[in-house]
C-alpha cells in the first residue's frame, strides 16, 4: 500500500513546473554566481514549503568562470575556429604551435608521439574523462589542449568542460599534482574533425587563445530532510544544482526537479517509511568537480556510517530520444537496482547494468555507502554513430534546451 500511495502521488506535471521554473528563471548556474545562489535559495524555500527542514550551507570553493576563446588555423589552410575556454584553463592571450592529434587522450594514444612544446587535439567522448585529457596533456609536455566535441559529423554545437582533475577542493599537495597549468578549449565537432583530417595529413600549425577566472568564491549547497536525525536510518538523494550556461535542462535542471517532487511525496507519507530521508542539492559539480558532495561526505563522514542505508544520485534524467535504462551501482545493491527498474519500466525496456565508477557526484565511495544511479541513454548503435554521445549531442552546450527532456521518460524516472 505504501509504494501504491507514493506512486499514486508523484506528479510529474509537478516536477515539470520545477524543470520550466529553472531553465526559463534561473539559467546558467556557474558555482559561485547570483544564479547559482538563486537556485540554492529555490530549492531551500520548495523543501520547507513541502514540510522538510532545509538550511543552505555556504563555504568556498575552487571554482572557475570562463569565457570565449579562439583557435587559428596557421597552416595549411588559415581561417578562424570559435571556441569555449574550458573551466581551470590556463589563460593565454596567444599561443601557437604544431598540432598533434592524439586520440580520446589517453596514456596509450601518446605511444609514438612528441608532442613537448606542441599543442593537442583530442576527442571529448569518455575514456579517460575530459580531466584526465587535460592531465595527461600536460604531463606529457603539451603546450595546450584543444578538445572537439562528440556528437554527429556535423554537430555544431560548442562545448562546455572543466578540465580540473583535483575532486573537490584540492588539497595542498593535489593543487600541484591535480591542477594542470594549461590551456584548454572547447570546439565544435565539424571543425574538430577538420583539423584532424589536416594533422594527420601533414605539418598542421595552429595558435589559439584561452581565458579562464579562475579563483575561491563563496558557494551555497542546500539540504532538506525529515526523520534523519537522533541516530535514525535514512536514504540519501542527490544531484547537483549547477550548470553551465544556458537552461542545461538535462544537465542538472530535470534532477533537481525529480528530487524536488521526490522529497515533497515522501515526506507526505513519513508516517509510512521505515526510515527517513535527506536531499541534497550540490554546487560546484561542473567548474570544481564536485565540491559540495565531496565536503557533505568529509563534514557529515560518521553520520553517514552510522545511519545513512544507500546513496541514490540523479543525473540527466529523462533524455529526449532515450530508449534504454542504464543503472550503475556497487555490486552490493546491484540485484535490488535491477530488480527494481525491472518492475517499474516493464519487460520491453532494455536494462544495461554495470559497476558504478567515480563520476557525477560519486563522492561516497570512501564511505562505504551501498551506491546507485539511472539514467535513459540512446542504444549502442545510436552511440557509436555520435562519437559516444551517450548523453546527447547538446551535452555541456547552449543547446541544452527544455525540449531536450521528455515528459514521459521524466514519469518513468521518478517512478524507478
Same mark, same amino acid.
Given at each position: 500500500?505504501?509504494?501504491?500511495?507514493?506512486?499514486?502521488?508523484?506528479?510529474?506535471?509537478?516536477?515539470?513546473?520545477?524543470?520550466?521554473?529553472?531553465?526559463?528563471?534561473?539559467?546558467?548556474?556557474?558555482?559561485?554566481?547570483?544564479?547559482?545562489?538563486?537556485?540554492?535559495?529555490?530549492?531551500?524555500?520548495?523543501?520547507?514549503?513541502?514540510?522538510?527542514?532545509?538550511?543552505?550551507?555556504?563555504?568556498?570553493?575552487?571554482?572557475?568562470?570562463?569565457?570565449?576563446?579562439?583557435?587559428?588555423?596557421?597552416?595549411?589552410?588559415?581561417?578562424?575556429?570559435?571556441?569555449? #575556454?574550458?573551466?581551470?584553463?590556463?589563460?593565454?592571450?596567444?599561443?601557437?604551435?604544431?598540432?598533434?592529434?592524439?586520440?580520446?587522450?589517453?596514456?596509450?594514444?601518446?605511444?609514438?608521439?612528441?608532442?613537448?612544446?606542441?599543442?593537442?587535439?583530442?576527442?571529448?567522448?569518455?575514456? !579517460?574523462?575530459?580531466?584526465?585529457?587535460?592531465?595527461?596533456?600536460?604531463?606529457?609536455?603539451?603546450?595546450?589542449?584543444?578538445?572537439?566535441?562528440?556528437? +554527429?559529423?556535423?554537430?555544431?554545437?560548442?562545448?562546455?568542460?572543466?578540465?580540473?582533475?583535483?575532486?573537490?577542493?584540492?588539497?595542498?599537495?593535489?593543487?600541484?599534482?591535480?591542477?594542470?597549468?594549461? !590551456? &584548454?578549449?572547447?570546439?565544435?565537432?565539424?571543425?574538430?574533425?577538420?583539423?584532424?583530417?589536416?594533422?594527420?595529413?601533414?605539418?598542421?600549425?595552429?595558435?589559439?587563445?584561452?581565458?579562464?577566472?579562475?579563483?575561491?568564491?563563496?558557494?551555497?549547497?542546500?539540504?532538506?530532510?525529515?526523520?534523519?536525525?537522533?541516530?535514525?536510518?535514512?536514504?540519501?538523494?542527490?544531484?547537483?544544482?549547477?550548470?553551465?550556461?544556458?537552461?542545461?535542462?538535462?544537465?542538472?535542471?530535470?534532477?533537481?526537479? &525529480?528530487?524536488?517532487?521526490?522529497?515533497?511525496?515522501?515526506?507526505?507519507?513519513?508516517?509510512?517509511?521505515?526510515?527517513?530521508?535527506?536531499?541534497?542539492?550540490?554546487?560546484? +559539480?561542473? #567548474?570544481?568537480?564536485?565540491?559540495?558532495?565531496?565536503?557533505?561526505?568529509?563534514?557529515?563522514?560518521?553520520?553517514?556510517?552510522?545511519? &545513512?542505508?544507500?546513496?541514490?544520485?540523479i543525473d540527466q534524467p529523462a533524455i529526449a530520444g532515450s530508449s534504454t535504462w542504464h543503472l550503475?551501482?556497487?555490486?552490493?545493491?546491484?540485484?535490488?537496482?535491477?530488480?527494481?527498474?525491472?518492475?517499474?519500466?516493464?519487460?520491453?525496456?532494455?536494462?544495461?547494468?554495470?559497476?558504478?565508477?567515480?563520476?557525477?557526484?560519486?563522492?561516497?565511495?570512501?564511505?562505504?555507502? !551501498? &551506491?546507485?544511479?539511472?539514467?535513459?541513454?540512446?542504444?549502442?548503435?545510436?552511440?557509436?554513430?555520435?562519437?559516444?554521445?551517450?548523453?546527447?549531442?547538446?551535452?555541456?552546450?547552449?543547446?541544452?534546451?527544455?525540449?531536450?527532456?521528455?515528459?514521459?521518460?521524466?514519469?518513468?524516472?521518478?517512478?524507478?
Amino acid at each position: 500500500m505504501t509504494l501504491e500511495r507514493i506512486l499514486g502521488e508523484l506528479s510529474v506535471d509537478r516536477a515539470w513546473a520545477h524543470l520550466e521554473h529553472i531553465t526559463q528563471d534561473i539559467p546558467s548556474r556557474l558555482a559561485g554566481s547570483e544564479n547559482s545562489r538563486r537556485m540554492a535559495e529555490y530549492a531551500n524555500d520548495q523543501l520547507a514549503e513541502a514540510g522538510l527542514a532545509s538550511q543552505m550551507h555556504e563555504f568556498r570553493g575552487l571554482v572557475s568562470f570562463p569565457e570565449a576563446g579562439e583557435v587559428r588555423v596557421l597552416s595549411p589552410e588559415p581561417r578562424i575556429i570559435q571556441a569555449n #575556454t574550458l573551466g581551470h584553463s590556463a589563460s593565454t592571450e596567444g599561443i601557437e604551435g604544431d598540432l598533434v592529434y592524439v586520440g580520446s587522450g589517453a596514456e596509450s594514444d601518446y605511444e609514438g608521439k612528441d608532442v613537448v612544446g606542441k599543442i593537442t587535439l583530442s576527442e571529448l567522448s569518455y575514456s !579517460p574523462a575530459r580531466h584526465e585529457k587535460a592531465l595527461i596533456a600536460w604531463q606529457k609536455g603539451s603546450t595546450a589542449q584543444i578538445m572537439m566535441n562528440w556528437g +554527429h559529423e556535423t554537430n555544431e554545437a560548442i562545448p562546455f568542460g572543466s578540465m580540473k582533475s583535483a575532486w573537490g577542493n584540492p588539497t595542498p599537495e593535489t593543487l600541484v599534482s591535480e591542477m594542470p597549468d594549461l !590551456p &584548454c578549449l572547447g570546439i565544435a565537432r565539424t571543425e574538430g574533425l577538420r583539423l584532424k583530417d589536416a594533422s594527420l595529413a601533414g605539418p598542421t600549425r595552429v595558435w589559439l587563445r584561452a581565458k579562464a577566472d579562475n579563483g575561491w568564491q563563496p558557494l551555497t549547497m542546500t539540504t532538506g530532510e525529515f526523520r534523519a536525525d537522533a541516530g535514525r536510518q535514512f536514504l540519501l538523494i542527490g544531484g547537483h544544482m549547477d550548470s553551465w550556461f544556458g537552461p542545461q535542462a538535462t544537465d542538472n535542471a530535470a534532477g533537481s526537479a &525529480c528530487i524536488l517532487e521526490l522529497a515533497r511525496v515522501f515526506n507526505l507519507i513519513a508516517d509510512d517509511l521505515p526510515r527517513g530521508l535527506v536531499a541534497g542539492f550540490w554546487m560546484g +559539480h561542473e #567548474t570544481g568537480t564536485m565540491i559540495s558532495s565531496s565536503r557533505f561526505a568529509d563534514t557529515n563522514w560518521d553520520r553517514l556510517r552510522r545511519s &545513512c542505508i544507500a546513496y541514490l544520485q540523479i543525473d540527466q534524467p529523462a533524455i529526449a530520444g532515450s530508449s534504454t535504462w542504464h543503472l550503475s551501482s556497487t555490486d552490493d545493491i546491484q540485484q535490488y537496482g535491477v530488480r527494481v527498474a525491472r518492475e517499474a519500466l516493464g519487460p520491453e525496456m532494455e536494462i544495461h547494468w554495470g559497476r558504478q565508477q567515480k563520476n557525477g557526484d560519486s563522492s561516497f565511495f570512501g564511505v562505504g555507502l !551501498p &551506491c546507485i544511479g539511472g539514467e535513459m541513454s540512446f542504444t549502442d548503435e545510436q552511440i557509436q554513430r555520435t562519437a559516444l554521445a551517450s548523453l546527447g549531442w547538446w551535452h555541456h552546450s547552449i543547446e541544452n534546451t527544455i525540449d531536450k527532456v521528455d515528459k514521459g521518460r521524466l514519469a518513468q524516472h521518478l517512478r524507478v
